[in-house]
Every structure is written in C-alpha cells, then in structure tokens.
C-alpha cells in the first residue's frame, strides 16, 4: 500500500475543503494519486462543501448551553440555507453539539469555536462535512460566552417555536445562594420575558445621556405641548422620558408571567427564596437573522 503523508493530505484538504480523514482514505483508495483522488472526493459529494460557502444561509438555530455547575454558559446562531434542515433533527443535533463545544472550549469568538475540536475533528471540519451531507451551505455567524467570577448563576430560554430567538443571562448574587434551583428557575423566566419584551437595557443608568436627551427634545416639541406653559411643559415631558425609560430597561418592565410586578420586584421575590439578593449583570438576546449584513456586535444587551 502507497505511504500518504500528511502534506499530501493537507493539500487535498485546502483543495476540496473535506475533511481530513475523507482527503486520507480518497487518497489511500487513488494510491496516492491526488487528481484521483479529488475525483473520488466529488462523486462522493465531499468536495463540494466548499463551493457551497457562498451561498447565503438565511436559516437556522439560536441555540444555548450551560455548565453544571451554572456559572457559565453559551448562546450559538447557527445557520443554514432553508428552514426544512433546520428542523431537521440532524441539524438540531449538530448545533446544540456546537453550542456544547463552545463552552467546553470557552470559546470567546467564532473564529476561536471553529477551531476548537468536537471528537476528532475541528468544529470547521465537523460543519464541512455536514455540508457535504446534506448539499446545503452551514456556519456560525455568531455567540456570547458569559462567565461569572462571584457567586450567581448563568441560565438561558430558547424560544420554543422553532428555536428562532433565545437569551443568555447573567444574574449575579449578594452571597453563594442556598437554592440554586430556586435562581435557574427565576433566571430561566427573566430570558424567557426578555424574548418576549426586548429591552435594550438592564437599568436606567445604563442609558447613555444622549438617548435621553434626545427623547426630551422629541417630546418637548411635541404639537399638544407647544401651547403649555414651561413648568408645566417640563413637567409632562419628564413623565413621558421616564414612561419611555421604563419601557426600555428591563427591571422597570412588568413580568409577561405576572404584570402586576416589575422584574425588579420579582428577583427581590425569588432571591428571598434562592437565598441571596439577585441582580442582572448582563444579557444577550438573539434573533435569528438580526443584523446579518451589518456590523457584527456580540449580542449583548
């Protein structure tokens, strides 16, 4: 049997774009041959991953995963070219096993996911193959990885229908909680309502003094004011901007599960019940698709 040495196998990989087991076994089977080889490689469909890649993948999952011990976790888009292999359970697989990857690696970007090893394999190749499979372009467009160094807990919701939205949250806490069943729960409703609502915010001191002023302005010039007196006018406004704040900051928001409380009220409810004062750190919400074709953020809120 002809010796293939690994150079040889990396050329036929940066060539086709398969895998480096499947560029191994063509070129044992070619006995060495790599034109033969790379033929062998396309009537396999393997080869042809790579001219896939252009293709827009406008599909896909918002997937997430957390660590036992639920003082980290990951929220993953992966994308696809049409919504009939997204919910294939193939896919679903493929991406919630991503998602995983992502976190054991501690993957702080995309670049540093796909190169990270699922099995044998990078998650690069992994995916090239999975292209191969099913004749459809695949990738990760984006993530946010969150780890607490203090005591809190780190949850997550997909949205069920379909798994085209989803949040990460991060919820730090006054002292190591004695219930943290009790916090994922509470956890687990805030990413739920922040799918729902979409704040943009955690707290008003968050909001940058622009926003705000510029909302005075709006509001001040508003055509039911222009005939009000100053003090009277000023005092209106502010209701408004604060009206508006509320709407945009996500402790100010009603609970979707309970409208009679603001998810501030409902976190001092559920810390009692955690053991420990619990108070939002961060959140990334994704949608699927958001913001493809423009600067690219890390999805944080």
Do not use: W
Request: charged residues 30%; contains cysteine.
């Amino acid at each position: 049997m002809v010796e293939i040495n690994a150079s040889l196998v990396k050329e036929l990989r940066d060539e086709t774009g398969a895998a480096m087991m499947d560029c191994k076994r063509a070129l044992v089977e070619a006995e060495g041959n790599k034109d033969k080889a790379r033929e062998l490689l396309r009537q396999r469909g393997v080869a042809v991953a790579t001219k896939k890649a252009s293709r827009a993948t406008s599909e896909g999952l918002v997937v997430a995963a957390i660590a036992p011990d639920l003082r980290s976790g990951v929220i993953a888009e992966v994308n696809c070219e049409t919504d009939f292999v997204a919910r294939n359970e193939e896919f679903v697989a493929m991406a919630n096993a991503i998602a995983k990857t992502a976190l054991e690696a501690k993957a702080k970007d995309v670049d540093q996911l796909l190169a990270a090893k699922i099995g044998a394999v990078t998650v690069k190749e992994f995916i090239t193959e999975r292209v191969a499979k099913t004749g459809e372009n695949m990738g990760v467009r984006r993530l946010t990885t969150f780890e607490l160094d203090e005591p809190g807990v780190v949850g997550h919701y997909i949205h069920a229908l379909g798994g085209k939205m989803g949040c990460l949250v991060m919820v730090k806490a006054s002292k190591e909680l004695t219930n943290k069943d009790e916090a994922m729960a509470a956890v687990r409703d805030v990413a739920m309502h922040i799918t729902s609502s979409k704040p943009q915010f955690i707290n008003r001191t968050e909001v940058p003094s622009d926003i705000i002023d510029n909302e005075r302005r709006i509001e001040r010039e508003r055509e039911d004011l222009k005939s009000k007196p100053d003090n009277i006018r000023d005092k209106i406004v502010e209701g408004r901007v604060d009206k508006l704040l509320a709407e945009r900051c996500l402790l100010d928001q009603p609970f979707i599960k309970d409208p009679s409380k603001t998810i501030q009220q409902f976190l001092a409810e559920k810390g009692k019940a955690a053991g420990g004062d619990l108070t939002p750190v961060k959140f990334a919400l994704y949608i699927l698709g958001e913001g493809a074709g423009e600067a690219e953020n890390d999805g944080e809120g």
